[in-house]
């Protein structure tokens, strides 16, 4: 199946700092989709872009979807403690009749945040 | 508030054992869908449904079967379990159409196999 590369595994970042992650795929996706989970909990959406060169933020976070439709970007400004988690790209190949939600998902983003 | 449930939150059960594991969800979803998640491997998909009694095969199949019956309920059935199944499981359900890519997903099920 399709696969999807996410990086890095993990990070250690001082509170205040900016992270940056990042997803890539050797195929085409139409939809990119970034999703965090806290510890003990279930994965939550935070972004979805739609279109090839899209960028959208949700407060300190700015995702961009790349030009080529192979490559996603997460950024988040001004870390705080609850940033917390793991954070997970996710894309949709196929739009239309049963293909809407078969995502396929990243292997993951590791961030702990020191205060 | 809307929510995905999932019926235990550890699990432990004995190599040959035939496992249920239980979902439901209160959003009048037409998907749903069961993941397992591993370190580093990331979220794999092993089976989802569009509508009542309709299921796909996902990436991960193998040693899985599922059942929907009704529309809030998707269960994921183990049938001789192995200690390879040892995983966290999620559910999740979503719109069907577009939207269906914005998942809900439920606090997961943590399943030892022994």
């Known amino acids: 199946g399709q696969q999807l590369n996410q990086s890095p595994q993990s990070m250690f970042i001082q509170e205040g700092e900016d992270v940056s992650m990042n997803c890539t795929s050797s195929?085409?996706?139409?939809?990119w989709l970034w999703y965090k989970q806290d510890p003990g909990e279930g994965p939550v959406l935070l972004i979805a872009l739609y279109k090839a060169g899209e960028l959208t933020s949700n407060g300190r976070l700015t995702a961009q979807f790349g030009i080529t439709r192979k490559d996603s970007f997460l950024n988040i400004s001004a870390s705080i403690p609850s940033d917390v988690g793991i954070y997970f790209c996710?894309?949709?190949?196929?739009?239309?009749?049963?293909?809407?939600?078969?995502?396929?998902f990243g292997q993951g983003t590791i961030l702990t945040v020191h205060p | 508030d809307v929510k995905v449930t999932q019926s235990s939150r550890y699990l432990v059960k004995r190599t040959g054992e035939k496992v249920f594991l239980e979902c439901v969800q209160d959003?009048?979803?037409?998907?749903m869908f069961w993941y397992r998640q591993d370190p580093g491997l990331g979220l794999r998909l092993i089976y989802f449904s569009y509508d009542v009694k309709m299921k796909e095969k996902g990436d991960i199949p193998e040693g899985y079967s599922v059942s929907r019956e009704k529309k809030e309920r998707f269960s994921l059935i183990l049938e001789s379990a192995s200690t390879n199944q040892t995983s966290m499981y999620l559910c999740a359900s979503s719109l069907g159409g577009q939207g269906g890519e914005k998942l809900f997903f439920g606090s997961g099920t943590q399943l030892s196999v022994l």
């Open positions: 996710a894309g949709q190949s196929d739009a239309g009749g049963t293909s809407y939600g078969k995502l396929t």
């Open positions: 195929s085409i996706f139409n939809t």
């Open positions: 959003m009048d979803h037409e998907n």
